[in-house]
């Protein structure tokens, strides 16, 4: 087969640049050309992704999940942090904790809309490297002003948003990675690429509390939260920039954003994942403080010369059952997966609330797992919803198994980023409502009590618009 050349040029492509040469083998259709760009991209075609199609998605998912794992390391890195700022001598009120821990969230969130857009400006390896080497200011930023217990409150606040970076980089990834996979796998291919980022809140959450403490006689190295990542970072760049690609189909369509935006299913989808991925990021963030509120004789365990916290279990749970999520989906339908998340994250919430009073550590640790660990599965099954909602809304049969036209695709990669902005205020909602509990109430299982009927609702929304066949398929 003979490859043609594509007659669009991206923005993120010189004008006129002469096609690069072929690599040998390369899958029968594409043209490469400078600047790590290929026209004439087509997962929907076997040949194409039999012949090599597959390798290349693949590479490039492995360097969008390590970029954005580091997005969600220095996203989650305050909910950490935080733990240890009374040790390292700052005097700040449970208000202003919960004002650091959730910061970042509702900035990140915020982030995710423009983020959604920029894959079609500048090209999806061009806005990674960018994304990446923008993690470097709130890393650096943190490591500067926790060296001094004097740092003031607002200067703390303005760092801790700029960790919202990091929260941006999911939009631009996910809408990146919908378009090299073809519609039978996207479900697995997104769910890998968001649980590679979602493990970065773990991981933090493991790694921080060691690097501060080890080797540490009377305190704290608290700088070394932010200084630990610097290299990684310059890593995940230089890898987007030798080792991932540009896609011409992937453009933007402004009218395509405004029909998503239009579109009534995405604001109920959107709703949904409030519940699950805004669950999973929420108290991902919480966790460490409510450990150290509720069991602060196990809020750490020595190791050593050095302290582990049991707090990264919670985030390493749920973004180890992300990418199930989506597998499920792929095999029962989004919306059954969907629906029985939400059950089990209202039970292990009602778990968590009865064991509470009982002052049992390890039975709260397990309930809040069991949540942990729906939620992740709700992530994914929600996520792979989207394009199976708007593929049936553009009357493709069999929406499941069958790619949508192009124009559907772009629509629906707006709505991804779109919906998975608004699922991340979850993160800021979460932590401020436990914060008003705990204030008002002075306990954490009244805000706890707002959640389990929050997972109601979105259980009966989930039934009335979703459950149905819909074209001979399960969404």
Not at 50 to 59: C, F, M, S, T
Not at 109 to 118: D, G, I, Q, S
Not at 323 to 351: C, E, H, K, N, Q
Request: charged fraction near 10%.
């Amino acid at each position: 087969m003979t490859a043609q050349t594509s007659t669009t040029s991206p923005a993120h492509t010189l004008p006129g640049a002469a096609a690069a040469p072929e690599p040998i083998g390369s899958p029968p259709g594409l043209v490469f050309r400078p600047g790590r760009v290929i026209d004439g991209w087509n997962p929907e075609d076997p040949a194409q992704w039999a012949g090599g199609g597959k390798d290349i998605a693949a590479r490039n998912l492995r360097w969008s999940i390590f970029a954005e794992f580091l997005g969600f390391v220095i996203w989650q890195l305050w909910s950490i942090v935080v733990v240890s700022l009374p040790k390292g001598g700052f005097t700040f009120d449970t208000g202003q904790i919960f004002w650091l821990i959730s910061m970042p969230s509702l900035v990140g969130a915020t982030l995710r809309f423009p983020y959604t857009f920029m894959v079609p400006k500048f090209g999806g390896r061009n806005w990674t490297m960018i994304s990446a080497a923008l993690l470097l200011i709130p890393s650096i930023a943190l490591a500067v002003c926790v060296s001094n217990p004097h740092t003031p409150f607002g200067v703390m606040l303005f760092v801790a948003a700029l960790a919202g970076f990091g929260g941006g980089n999911f939009a631009s990834s996910m809408a990146n990675i919908t378009y090299f996979y073809p519609q039978s796998k996207k479900g697995w291919a997104l769910g890998l690429n968001a649980a590679g980022g979602n493990l970065g809140a773990s991981v933090a959450q493991f790694l921080v509390p060691i690097a501060i403490t080890i080797g540490a006689a009377a305190t704290l190295n608290l700088p070394l939260a932010g200084w630990i990542w610097v290299p990684l970072i310059l890593v995940a760049v230089f890898g987007a920039y030798k080792r991932m690609d540009n896609l011409s189909s992937a453009k933007g369509d402004f009218s395509a954003s405004l029909a998503a935006i239009k579109e009534p299913h995405l604001w109920i989808l959107a709703f949904l994942y409030i519940g699950t991925f805004g669950s999973f990021i929420g108290f991902a963030g919480v966790f460490p403080k409510l450990i150290a509120d509720t069991f602060p004789s196990y809020s750490t365990f020595a190791v050593g010369s050095a302290s582990l916290s049991l707090a990264f279990l919670g985030a390493l749970v749920g973004s180890l059952a992300r990418p199930f999520g989506g597998r499920l989906a792929d095999r029962f339908g989004g919306s059954v997966i969907t629906m029985i998340s939400f059950v089990v994250m209202g039970v292990g919430a009602l778990v968590v609330i009865l064991t509470l009073p009982l002052g049992n550590f390890w039975l709260f640790l397990v309930s809040f797992l069991v949540l942990f660990a729906a939620s992740g599965v709700g992530n994914g099954s929600t996520y792979r919803m989207i394009p199976t909602v708007f593929a049936l809304r553009a009357g493709t049969p069999n929406a499941n198994k069958t790619g949508a036209d192009i124009s559907t695709q772009r629509k629906a990669a707006a709505a991804l980023g779109i919906i998975s902005a608004v699922g991340a205020y979850g993160g800021f909602a979460i932590p401020q409502l436990l914060s008003l509990s705990k204030t008002s109430f002075g306990t954490y299982t009244t805000g706890l009590g707002w959640f389990v009927m929050a997972y109601a609702v979105m259980l009966a929304v989930t039934a009335t618009f979703y459950l149905k066949k819909r074209g001979g398929t399960r969404i």
